[in-house]
Protein backbone atom coordinates (compact mmCIF):
# COMPACT_ATOMS: atom_id res chain seq x y z
CA UNK A 1 0.00 0.00 0.00
CA UNK A 2 1.49 3.52 -0.83
CA UNK A 3 2.55 5.85 2.06
CA UNK A 4 2.56 9.73 0.98
CA UNK A 5 4.55 11.20 3.57
CA UNK A 6 4.63 15.15 3.69
CA UNK A 7 7.25 17.66 4.72
CA UNK A 8 7.65 19.61 6.82
CA UNK A 9 4.85 19.55 9.13
CA UNK A 10 4.58 22.56 9.98
CA UNK A 11 6.37 25.72 7.86
CA UNK A 12 6.28 29.35 9.71
CA UNK A 13 6.96 31.99 7.02
CA UNK A 14 6.56 35.80 6.46
CA UNK A 15 4.16 36.90 3.12
CA UNK A 16 6.02 37.61 0.34
CA UNK A 17 8.80 34.28 0.94
CA UNK A 18 8.80 31.38 -0.74
CA UNK A 19 7.63 28.11 -0.01
CA UNK A 20 9.01 24.78 -0.86
CA UNK A 21 6.97 21.60 0.34
CA UNK A 22 7.46 18.30 -0.23
CA UNK A 23 5.71 14.83 -0.70
CA UNK A 24 7.30 11.88 -0.68
CA UNK A 25 6.03 8.26 -1.69
CA UNK A 26 7.04 5.38 -0.27
CA UNK A 27 6.69 3.98 -4.02
CA UNK A 28 6.38 5.33 -7.50
CA UNK A 29 4.05 7.14 -8.52
CA UNK A 30 2.74 5.98 -12.12
CA UNK A 31 2.14 8.71 -14.44
CA UNK A 32 3.32 11.22 -12.34
CA UNK A 33 -0.84 11.40 -11.06
CA UNK A 34 0.21 13.57 -8.12
CA UNK A 35 -2.41 16.16 -7.32
CA UNK A 36 -2.14 19.06 -4.50
CA UNK A 37 -5.08 20.73 -1.94
CA UNK A 38 -5.18 23.90 -0.34
CA UNK A 39 -7.45 23.84 2.72
CA UNK A 40 -7.84 26.54 4.65
CA UNK A 41 -10.13 26.19 8.44
CA UNK A 42 -13.73 25.64 8.18
CA UNK A 43 -13.32 25.36 3.85
CA UNK A 44 -13.58 22.31 1.88
CA UNK A 45 -10.33 21.82 -0.15
CA UNK A 46 -9.43 23.36 -3.32
CA UNK A 47 -7.07 22.06 -6.19
CA UNK A 48 -4.17 23.51 -6.98
CA UNK A 49 -2.17 21.05 -9.19
CA UNK A 50 -2.98 17.80 -11.19
CA UNK A 51 -0.43 15.60 -12.92
CA UNK A 52 2.59 16.59 -10.69
CA UNK A 53 2.77 20.00 -12.11
CA UNK A 54 -0.73 20.84 -13.47
CA UNK A 55 -1.99 24.36 -12.13
CA UNK A 56 -6.17 23.96 -12.17
CA UNK A 57 -8.53 26.69 -13.64
CA UNK A 58 -8.09 30.16 -12.01
CA UNK A 59 -4.71 29.43 -9.90
CA UNK A 60 -2.25 31.72 -10.08
CA UNK A 61 0.93 31.28 -11.11
CA UNK A 62 2.77 31.51 -7.98
CA UNK A 63 1.80 28.07 -7.53
CA UNK A 64 3.85 25.15 -9.41
CA UNK A 65 4.59 21.58 -9.09
CA UNK A 66 7.21 19.24 -10.01
CA UNK A 67 8.89 15.94 -9.77
CA UNK A 68 7.72 12.59 -10.52
CA UNK A 69 8.48 8.90 -9.75
CA UNK A 70 8.52 9.52 -5.82
CA UNK A 71 9.80 12.83 -5.07
CA UNK A 72 6.86 15.78 -5.79
CA UNK A 73 7.10 19.43 -4.73
CA UNK A 74 4.66 22.41 -4.53
CA UNK A 75 5.96 25.56 -4.67
CA UNK A 76 4.67 28.88 -3.91
CA UNK A 77 7.14 31.62 -4.97
CA UNK A 78 5.97 34.33 -3.24
CA UNK A 79 3.15 33.82 0.02
CA UNK A 80 0.05 36.08 -0.16
CA UNK A 81 -1.76 36.68 2.74
CA UNK A 82 -4.59 34.27 1.88
CA UNK A 83 -1.90 31.75 0.76
CA UNK A 84 -1.39 30.56 4.80
CA UNK A 85 -3.02 26.91 4.44
CA UNK A 86 -2.87 23.61 4.95
CA UNK A 87 -1.64 21.89 1.50
CA UNK A 88 -2.32 18.27 0.93
CA UNK A 89 -0.50 16.11 -1.56
CA UNK A 90 -3.12 13.12 -3.12
CA UNK A 91 -2.02 9.98 -5.41
CA UNK A 92 -4.04 8.47 -7.89
CA UNK A 93 -2.10 6.39 -9.79
CA UNK A 94 -1.08 3.35 -7.42
CA UNK A 95 -3.21 1.45 -5.44
CA UNK A 96 -4.83 1.89 -3.27
CA UNK A 97 -5.90 5.02 -4.88
CA UNK A 98 -6.65 8.47 -3.87
CA UNK A 99 -4.45 8.51 -1.29
CA UNK A 100 -4.08 11.87 0.61
CA UNK A 101 -0.60 12.89 2.52
CA UNK A 102 -1.01 14.23 5.86
CA UNK A 103 -0.80 17.68 4.99
CA UNK A 104 1.62 20.64 5.68
CA UNK A 105 0.67 23.77 7.66
CA UNK A 106 2.30 26.82 6.54
CA UNK A 107 1.81 29.33 8.72
CA UNK A 108 2.63 33.12 9.54
CA UNK A 109 5.99 33.48 11.00
CA UNK B 1 -21.38 28.07 -11.77
CA UNK B 2 -20.12 24.41 -10.72
CA UNK B 3 -22.19 24.08 -7.37
CA UNK B 4 -22.37 20.91 -5.16
CA UNK B 5 -24.45 20.88 -1.62
CA UNK B 6 -23.87 18.31 0.74
CA UNK B 7 -26.85 17.75 2.78
CA UNK B 8 -28.09 14.99 5.64
CA UNK B 9 -25.77 14.93 8.36
CA UNK B 10 -26.37 14.54 12.10
CA UNK B 11 -25.79 12.63 15.25
CA UNK B 12 -26.35 9.23 14.83
CA UNK B 13 -25.75 5.81 17.34
CA UNK B 14 -23.20 3.24 16.83
CA UNK B 15 -24.64 0.97 14.58
CA UNK B 16 -27.05 3.01 12.75
CA UNK B 17 -27.54 4.57 10.07
CA UNK B 18 -27.39 7.74 7.55
CA UNK B 19 -28.30 9.07 4.49
CA UNK B 20 -26.20 11.95 2.64
CA UNK B 21 -27.41 13.94 -0.27
CA UNK B 22 -25.31 15.75 -2.43
CA UNK B 23 -27.58 18.37 -5.30
CA UNK B 24 -25.27 19.63 -8.10
CA UNK B 25 -25.63 22.08 -10.28
CA UNK B 26 -23.48 24.45 -12.72
CA UNK B 27 -22.38 21.05 -15.18
CA UNK B 28 -23.06 18.39 -17.27
CA UNK B 29 -23.81 15.93 -14.07
CA UNK B 30 -24.42 12.31 -15.78
CA UNK B 31 -20.63 13.16 -17.28
CA UNK B 32 -18.87 12.88 -14.30
CA UNK B 33 -17.86 10.52 -11.98
CA UNK B 34 -18.43 11.77 -8.56
CA UNK B 35 -17.26 11.11 -5.34
CA UNK B 36 -17.43 11.25 -1.26
CA UNK B 37 -14.29 12.56 0.96
CA UNK B 38 -14.55 12.93 4.49
CA UNK B 39 -12.25 14.35 7.22
CA UNK B 40 -12.66 13.24 10.84
CA UNK B 41 -11.75 16.36 13.21
CA UNK B 42 -8.76 18.13 13.47
CA UNK B 43 -7.70 14.86 10.70
CA UNK B 44 -6.76 14.60 7.21
CA UNK B 45 -8.75 14.14 4.36
CA UNK B 46 -9.94 10.24 3.09
CA UNK B 47 -11.53 8.94 0.35
CA UNK B 48 -14.02 7.00 0.62
CA UNK B 49 -15.96 6.25 -2.45
CA UNK B 50 -16.36 6.92 -6.31
CA UNK B 51 -19.43 5.93 -8.55
CA UNK B 52 -18.87 6.49 -12.72
CA UNK B 53 -21.24 8.38 -14.56
CA UNK B 54 -23.95 6.14 -14.97
CA UNK B 55 -24.09 5.34 -11.94
CA UNK B 56 -23.07 1.53 -13.00
CA UNK B 57 -19.53 1.57 -11.30
CA UNK B 58 -18.75 1.93 -7.74
CA UNK B 59 -15.78 2.41 -6.04
CA UNK B 60 -14.88 2.11 -1.83
CA UNK B 61 -12.14 1.97 0.58
CA UNK B 62 -11.62 -1.03 2.39
CA UNK B 63 -12.72 1.00 5.71
CA UNK B 64 -15.98 1.11 4.32
CA UNK B 65 -16.67 -1.55 1.73
CA UNK B 66 -19.84 -3.55 2.67
CA UNK B 67 -21.28 -1.00 5.05
CA UNK B 68 -21.36 2.22 2.82
CA UNK B 69 -23.43 2.74 -0.87
CA UNK B 70 -23.16 5.28 -3.06
CA UNK B 71 -25.72 5.73 -5.79
CA UNK B 72 -26.45 8.79 -7.84
CA UNK B 73 -29.80 9.86 -9.78
CA UNK B 74 -28.67 11.65 -12.85
CA UNK B 75 -32.64 12.87 -13.50
CA UNK B 76 -32.46 14.76 -10.14
CA UNK B 77 -28.52 15.78 -10.38
CA UNK B 78 -28.33 14.03 -7.23
CA UNK B 79 -25.25 12.11 -5.74
CA UNK B 80 -25.94 10.20 -2.32
CA UNK B 81 -24.19 7.33 0.47
CA UNK B 82 -26.45 5.29 2.32
CA UNK B 83 -24.35 4.84 5.64
CA UNK B 84 -25.10 1.76 7.74
CA UNK B 85 -23.67 -0.13 10.26
CA UNK B 86 -21.85 3.48 11.61
CA UNK B 87 -19.00 3.61 14.23
CA UNK B 88 -17.45 5.97 15.96
CA UNK B 89 -14.61 6.13 13.31
CA UNK B 90 -16.79 7.55 10.87
CA UNK B 91 -17.07 10.88 12.73
CA UNK B 92 -16.07 13.25 10.17
CA UNK B 93 -16.89 15.82 7.90
CA UNK B 94 -18.19 14.72 4.46
CA UNK B 95 -17.48 16.40 1.37
CA UNK B 96 -19.16 15.31 -1.91
CA UNK B 97 -16.89 16.10 -5.03
CA UNK B 98 -16.39 15.97 -8.83
CA UNK B 99 -13.56 14.69 -10.80
CA UNK B 100 -11.86 17.02 -12.79
CA UNK B 101 -12.25 15.65 -16.36
CA UNK B 102 -14.92 13.33 -17.81
CA UNK B 103 -13.56 10.12 -17.75
CA UNK B 104 -11.28 10.67 -15.29
CA UNK B 105 -11.79 9.40 -11.22
CA UNK B 106 -9.27 11.60 -9.59
CA UNK B 107 -8.59 14.04 -8.73
CA UNK B 108 -11.68 16.61 -8.01
CA UNK B 109 -12.15 20.57 -9.15
CA UNK B 110 -15.13 21.32 -6.92
CA UNK B 111 -16.26 20.60 -3.96
CA UNK B 112 -19.34 20.76 -1.75
CA UNK B 113 -19.57 22.04 1.83
CA UNK B 114 -18.87 19.27 4.39
CA UNK B 115 -21.87 17.20 6.48
CA UNK B 116 -20.85 16.29 9.87
CA UNK B 117 -21.76 13.38 10.94
CA UNK B 118 -20.88 12.42 14.48
CA UNK B 119 -21.62 8.70 15.64
CA UNK B 120 -21.94 8.55 19.52
CA UNK B 121 -24.11 7.19 21.79
Known amino acids: EIVLTQSPGTLSLSPGERATLSCRASQSISSSYLAWYQQKPGQAPRLLIY???SRATGIPDRFSGSGSGTDFTLTISRLEPEDFAVYYC??????????FGLGTKVEIK | EVQLLGSGGGLVQPGGSLRLSCAAS????????MTWVRQAPGKGLEWVSSISGSGGTTYYADSVKGRFTISRDNSKNTLYMQMNSLRAEDTAVYYC??????????????WGRGTLVTVSS
Open chain 2, 26 to 33: GFTFSNYV
Open chain 1, 90 to 99: QQYGSSPPGT
Open chain 2, 97 to 110: AKVVGVGELFPFDY
Open chain 1, 51 to 53: GAS
